[in-house]
């Protein structure tokens, strides 16, 4: 079975860390997941309603890990510890948004003909305490427990327009604020504004919010942005030293969803030596199989010759396995060049662009000019450095000889010629790629209706537009420009040329 379409289907509840942190609000009496659970109190009992009444929406496979975890935006979570989650100095034991953090005093206990009158709905009240509140931290904090309130009352759109309000509040620093803002958003299904949310957040801790970035990462890989993920899973891995085994899985994910499983493998093991208990990686792991992974070859006996004869070159030839044919069979290095692939891999992951691009360089010499996997990586890190000559060097052997079997490589090689203005032959690449990902990807037909539309071919962007909404909505998914947009390629489409 192929990986990349079961991977998703996986009961996984780790992916999204959303956990609300007010670092004023912290309770040493709130429930972590190691104590015994508590019996019912009115805190509880708001946090059980806001559950069940936000909007129940059937979500794809790809989108239940994190909107499993979203679920649990109100549940306190156990001390984090240095080995398997980010450090204390990142994130504080959190607080549970519920009635409890709200301000003492709501309700009045002096007589009715003396007090001034307090509102007894706690929307009221909290808009009330909003207007009153003396700092932008605190009106912030307010107005998310008014969101909370709202979207537990079912009052879903007066929540997200309460929250884009957090998010587009330009003089507040409170970066744990913007980041409980984008939980929130997320929870709500405004992938968006998460994602704006969670960028202002990591923008205030000057890039080190590795929750914000891993739980960014999640919404991006949700919606096929996967450079934007790849990106996000390893900077909230270089700010905890590759020790944060949620981030590693879910980067094993995006390396499973792009065909990529050695390096998936890869991380999972990662998350796991962080992590032993980690059962979501345990269970990709287990599921991975062999196709696509990276063996050391074993070197044959060495033939007895005379003194003085020839020796065995060190060089090998290219893998036999590196074939459509034997796609389902594992790849096979000779030691030192497995040896030079790992290292060019950790020097691309911590940043080390320079010798990852030789160690790189040197795999692909070893196996006279090409090897899938290193072709393919070497390409990616050239695009990001903005090489794309070099990248398009290093592509075009994987999409010739193996792009059914890479079709990732179709997408970056549609980048680079899009970039160059070949529109047409970056119309081929990108519709090879939603060819080759189907429904796995909808982003792809994003890119293939703008390119299309680049060409004045209106009826063409159109459909591909129209392709890519239904799969979004499939996936229980709202575009709030998508009928603006379709209606623009509609009075394209319809308008004679000129």
């Known amino acids: 079975m192929n990986i990349r379409n079961t991977l998703f289907a996986l009961p996984i509840v780790f992916s999204l860390t959303i956990t609300f942190a007010f670092a004023q609000t912290t309770n040493p009496t709130l429930k972590t997941q190691s104590q015994a659970k508590p019996a019912s109190t009115p805190a509880t009992r708001t946090q059980n309603r806001t559950r ?31 080995a398997s ?7 504080t034991t959190p607080a549970q948004v519920t009635s409890e953090t709200k301000p003492a005093g709501i309700i009045s206990d002096k007589p009715a003909e003396t007090a001034s009158p307090t509102p007894s709905d706690p929307i009221t009240a909290l808009r009330e305490e909003i207007d009153a509140a003396e700092t932008p931290q605190d009106r912030l904090r307010l107005r998310l427990n008014l969101a909370e309130e709202l979207a537990g009352s079912g009052k879903k759109t007066e929540a997200v327009a309460e929250l884009h309000g957090v998010t587009d509040a330009s003089d507040v620093f409170d970066p ?16 968006e504004a998460a994602v704006h949310a969670y960028r202002k957040a990591i923008e205030q801790r000057k890039g080190r919010y590795s929750r914000a970035s891993n739980n960014l990462g999640v919404l991006l890989l949700r919606v096929g ?8 899973f390893l900077s909230a891995l270089r700010v905890e030293g590759f020790r944060y085994a949620e981030a590693s ?10 065909g990529q499983m050695d390096l998936a493998v890869r991380e999972w093991r990662r998350a796991l030596a962080v992590d032993p208990k980690h059962s979501a990686a345990a269970q990709s792991l287990a599921g991975a199989g062999i196709e696509g992974r990276i063996t050391v070859e074993q070197a044959p006996p060495l033939p007895s010759s005379p003194v003085g004869g020839s020796s065995v070159s060190a060089e090998r030839q290219p893998p036999t396995s590196s074939s459509p044919r034997n796609s389902n069979r594992p790849l096979t290095l000779d030691s030192a060049s497995f040896g030079l692939l790992q290292t060019a891999r950790t020097a691309s992951d911590r940043g080390n662009k320079t010798e990852a691009i030789d160690a790189y360089q040197r795999v692909i010499a070893r196996q006279n000019g090409y090897f899938a996997p290193a072709n393919l ?5 050239l695009i990001g450095l903005k090489r794309n000559d070099e990248a398009m060097t290093a592509l075009l052997p ?27 032959l970056a119309e081929e690449s990108f519709s090879k790629a939603v060819a080759a990902y189907g429904n796995e990807n909808a982003q792809f037909l994003l890119d293939l209706s703008r390119i299309r539309e680049k060409q004045g071919n209106f009826k063409g962007a159109l459909e591909a537009m129209e392709q890519y909404i239904a799969l979004v909505k499939k996936d229980g998914r709202d575009i709030a420009w998508s009928e603006e947009r379709v209606a623009v390629l509609r009075q394209k489409a319809s308008t004679p040329p000129r």
């Open 52 to 82: 069940q009444t936000l909007p129940a929406t059937k979500t794809s496979a790809a989108q239940t890990d994190a909107a499993k975890s979203e679920t649990s935006v109100n549940e306190a979570t156990a001390e984090p510890t240095p």
């Open 225 to 232: 942005r996967w450079d934007e993920a790849h990106e996000a």
């Open 398 to 424: 994987v999409v010739n000889r193996e792009g059914s079997r890479y079709p990732i490589s179709y997408y970056h090689v549609a980048r680079i010629y899009e970039l160059k203005g070949d529109l047409q």
């Open 249 to 258: 899985y879910n980067l094993g994910r995006l390396y499973a969803a792009r």
């Open 176 to 191: 744990q604020g913007f980041y409980n803002a984008g939980n929130a958003l997320a929870r709500l299904g405004d992938t």
């Open 377 to 381: 990586e070497l390409g990616y890190l």
């Open 85 to 91: 989650t980010p450090s204390r100095a990142e994130s």
